[in-house]
């Protein structure tokens, strides 16, 4: 069993920034990819952000240039910078990991980025 709880959204203009935290229950040392993922009003959830335990890293589109996801073992936690916000980032945001072929998620952390 893994617990995830997102922390660090909140309202923001644009063009600003937030740090999204996700701190697991579990070692994350051994957990091959944790992700970000968000889902608007009205929308599906997407994919922003994964990285592998490796340290590879990939991102949407959308996102690239702008977010950074990091991990840190020794805290069990991940990370999403996110600069340069715009509206359309309004979203609910996910911490994702697979263990043991099962997926956890997070309960979610609202981001709001007014115009």
């Known amino acids: 069993q893994v617990q995830l709880v997102e922390s660090g959204g909140g309202l923001v203009q644009a063009g600003g920034s937030l740090r999204l935290s996700c701190a697991a229950s579990?070692?994350?040392?051994?957990?091959?990819?944790m992700g970000w993922y968000r889902q608007a009003p009205g929308k599906q959830r997407e994919l922003v952000a994964r990285?592998?335990?490796?340290?590879?890293?990939n991102y949407a589109d959308s996102v690239k240039g702008r977010f950074t996801i990091s991990r840190d073992n020794v805290k069990n936690t991940v990370y999403l910078q996110t600069n340069s916000l715009k509206p359309e980032d309004t979203a609910i945001y996910y911490c994702?990991?697979?263990?043991?072929?099962?997926?956890?998620w997070g309960q979610g952390t609202q981001v709001t980025v007014s115009s």
């Open positions: 990285i592998t335990s490796g340290g590879s890293t």
């Open positions: 994702q990991c697979r263990r043991y072929g099962k997926d956890y």
């Open positions: 579990v070692s994350i040392f051994s957990i091959n990819a």
